[in-house]
């Protein structure tokens, strides 16, 4: 069974900071990871997606990548009360029976305080 | 990235009857797939749309349950049959578009059924 963890919250931050989110993963062979955003009663929509070891950045948003430790997290600079969203952490496979396949985290609240 | 629309957006079904969701694209692609978020869950993969051969199903999801068509590169139905009311849920299609796996999801379709 193919794992995606994530902390459901809410993760509650004041307006301007900085937003952490963290995912973990159980299929060590995934090579694909994306962050969703999904606003209530609105479908997911992608905001990153990451590859490799290391960092990528978009903007006020961060993706980190660490293979070897099964870990991918997202960072939002400068936190505005529009980010407040339910964050989805995916994960995509290689094998025969995952390819092609994201199995999803159970998301993290995220709230943006004034 | 790839635009996507469901039909209908939402309704209200009695227990015992069938409903059937279209998700059009704007693009041809190859390969379609059909989730469900219950609430305040997260995303399953309900099955995997090709054209021109049978829909792939996730386990715990059967074609007698979720009957699928797949008539041409732009087009998909799923069907919930003989629904009960654990069924209410949010059906979403979605799509890969714009390389490299990333995969867009329609507005969802939100389905009560009592």
């Known amino acids: 069974q193919k794992e995606v963890e994530q902390n459901s919250g809410p993760l509650s931050v004041p307006e301007g900071a900085i937003a952490s989110l963290n995912c973990t993963y159980s299929?060590?062979?995934?090579?694909?990871f994306f962050w969703y955003r999904q606003y209530s009663g609105k479908s997911p929509e992608l905001i990153m997606s990451?590859?490799?070891?290391g960092d990528k950045e978009d903007g006020r948003f961060t993706a980190q990548l660490n293979k070897a430790s099964q870990y991918v997290s997202l960072l939002i600079r400068d936190s505005q009360p529009s980010d407040s969203a339910t964050y989805l952490c995916?994960?995509?496979?290689?094998?025969?029976?995952?390819?092609?396949?994201?199995?999803f985290g159970t998301g993290t609240r995220l709230q943006v305080t004034l | 990235s790839a635009v996507i629309s469901q039909k209908p957006s939402r309704d209200i079904c009695q227990r015992g009857t069938s409903l059937t969701i279209q998700c059009q694209v704007d693009?041809?692609?190859?390969?379609m797939f059909w989730y469900r978020q219950q609430p305040g869950q997260s995303l399953t993969l309900i099955a995997t749309a090709n054209q021109g051969s049978e829909a792939t199903y996730e386990s715990g999801f059967v074609i007698d349950k979720f009957p699928i068509s797949r008539p041409n590169l732009t087009f998909s139905t799923l069907t919930v049959s003989n629904m009960s009311p654990e069924d209410s849920s949010i059906y979403l299609c979605?799509?890969?578009?714009?390389?490299?796996?990333?995969?867009?999801f329609g507005p969802g379709t939100r389905l009560l059924v009592l």
């Open positions: 693009s041809q692609v190859t390969m």
């Open positions: 990451i590859y490799s070891n």
């Open positions: 995916a994960v995509m496979g290689v094998d025969t029976g995952t390819a092609s396949k994201l199995t």
């Open positions: 299929d060590r062979g995934s090579q694909s």
């Open positions: 979605s799509v890969f578009a714009g390389g490299r796996e990333t995969q867009y």
